[in-house]
């Protein structure tokens, strides 16, 4: 009788070399690092009510008061939990931020969980390494601002979480795997770079007799059905959410000399010692998965697929590092191990310690500007000054003649932030520009012939003189003024009689 394939591994897992090659040396008390991530997760829910609204995050808050079973940019899940929160707290940046804030702490859990699965009796590995990621400024700013990343990270381990439990005992979560893959599918495009790390981690490893079961294939079933909501809005789409993601995001000439250092950079969002941890991280796993470890199979698995392709897409386009992000939450498993072998206590705790002082700068910033940074190297003056453009806005929306006048920008982003923060009484749309979904909702025609109020700000200033309207007028600026220094300017003009 041939041996269950969750049981068939056992012998092999006898004599493949671990994960972790040998017990750490010391660092910072296991009591300490849990302390530090708990007293993160509530450093974080203090300071929600306090941020603004990110620029990209009121897009998607604009997308939850127009539910749909998909969207230009990007899957829908984003927008259905928003629309969920905003509906339970009411308006306001508290119900937006949020979501953001629960993902992570569950992706903290299971991260933990999957840490003490993978390398058993080393709760200071597996404490570690949820330390190393609560650390990481990049997964700092999705932790208090919703995106799709929320999400679509959360159901990318918790994915690989369940496919682990799956293989060694427990074959029904192979379904369950397979539903977090479709949610994760549903929340963003680059979870589908999970599903071959899956198959590396069977291929490599004796869990590979799984292929030749119908549960994987089950599976990979349920995936499909969440996620064909996305394809048949699509198909209905003339497949412009695909052809944006792979073609228009993704394509480009051959340049490397421009855009591979900024992909570099962008990795540095992990924070330098933080990224150099996981890459020791990676080639540990790389080369002990080869050798028969398991373990190691599923945290290579989960993170070369995804580092791989946008290694090569980075000859040819900017590579954001929130698109890669996932790939390295497996590969804070070996980076946590391989810090703690050490000797150096200082190279022990500089990673996290590092990564957690630029978070919190970032979060001290972002809610007071206190550090008097150039205005156009500080992300944090993308927050400010919102309430007051609003105000302006709904001033000039009030004292016009006429018809009430709608309001636009070029850029989504500015156009969603002022839909947020200038009320339900603002008609808020975008009018020139790279297309986005604000084209979905917005019909030329029905405008035809009616007013509107232009702005932008100082970051990005286009005047609206070849809009196609009559005639555009200066209607006054707007500094925002932080701590006696103008940290952004907003220009406002009227336009009369929209002629598309």
């Not at 058993?120 to 597996?126: F, I, K, L, Y």
């Not at 698109?323 to 000797?343: C, D, K, N, Q, Y």
């Not at 993308?382 to 609003?390: A, I, N, Q, R, T």
């Not at 500015?414 to 020139?432: C, I, M, N």
């Amino acid at each position: 009788m041939e041996p269950s394939p969750s049981t068939a591994p056992d012998s092999a897992r006898a004599t493949a070399p671990p994960l972790v090659a040998r017990a750490g040396v010391g660092g910072a008390p296991l009591a300490s690092r849990s302390a530090a991530v708990a007293v993160l997760f509530l450093l974080r829910l203090a300071i929600l009510p306090w941020l603004g609204l990110f620029n990209d995050e009121a897009y998607y808050w604009e997308w939850s008061r127009r539910l749909a079973a998909s969207y230009y940019d990007h899957p829908p899940l984003v927008a259905w939990i928003l629309a969920v929160s905003t509906r339970l707290l009411g308006h306001g940046t508290l119900a937006v931020h949020l979501p953001a804030l629960l993902f992570t702490a569950a992706t903290s859990l299971v991260l933990l969980r999957l840490s003490l699965d993978l390398v058993p009796g080393r709760r200071d590995v597996a404490w570690g390494a949820v330390l190393l990621c609560n650390a990481a400024p990049l997964f700092g700013l999705g932790a208090v601002f919703t995106t799709p990343d929320a999400p679509a990270t959360f159901f990318w381990i918790l994915t690989a979480w369940l496919a682990w439990r799956a293989v060694n005992g427990a074959p029904r979560l192979w379904y369950a795997a397979g539903l977090a893959a479709g949610l994760g599918l549903l929340s963003k495009y680059t979870d589908v770079f999970l599903l071959p790390g899956i198959l590396l981690f069977l291929l490599l490893t004796p869990h590979r007799a799984w292929l030749r079961r119908k549960e994987p294939y089950l599976a990979l079933a349920i995936a499909a059905l969440a996620f064909a909501p996305v394809v048949l809005w699509n198909a209905r789409h003339g497949w412009e959410s695909f052809l944006f993601q792979l073609v228009e995001r993704h394509g480009g000439a051959f340049r490397p000399w421009r855009t591979v250092p900024r992909f570099l950079a962008a990795q540095q969002s992990l924070s330098p010692l933080v990224w150099a941890a996981c890459l020791v991280g990676l080639a540990r796993s790389g080369r002990a998965a080869r050798a028969g470890s398991a373990a190691a199979a599923l945290v290579f698995g989960c993170a070369a697929p995804s580092l791989a392709f946008f290694t090569v897409a980075s000859l040819f386009t900017y590579v954001n590092p929130n698109w890669f992000g996932p790939a390295f939450l497996t590969l804070m498993i070996p980076a946590s191990a391989a810090l703690l072998e050490s000797r150096s206590r200082l190279v022990r705790l500089a990673p996290a310690g590092l990564g957690l002082a630029l978070s919190l700068v970032f979060y001290v910033q972002a809610i007071s500007l206190a550090l008097p940074l150039p205005p156009r190297l500080d992300f944090a003056t993308d927050l400010v000054g919102w309430e007051e453009v609003g105000a302006r806005l709904r001033g000039l929306q009030a004292s016009g003649a006429g018809a009430r006048p709608f309001v636009f920008s070029r850029r989504l982003q500015l156009s969603a932030l002022a839909a947020f923060y200038g009320g339900d009484g603002l008609e808020v749309t975008r009018l020139g520009g790279r297309r986005d979904q604000y084209d979905e909702w917005t019909s030329p025609e029905a405008l035809r012939g009616r007013d509107a109020v232009y702005f932008c700000d100082d970051l990005k200033f286009r005047a609206p003189d070849e809009l196609p309207f009559q005639r555009c007028e200066a209607a006054g600026e707007l500094p925002i003024v932080r701590h006696g220094r103008t940290v952004r300017r907003f220009f406002f003009w009227r336009c009369f009689a929209y002629q598309p």
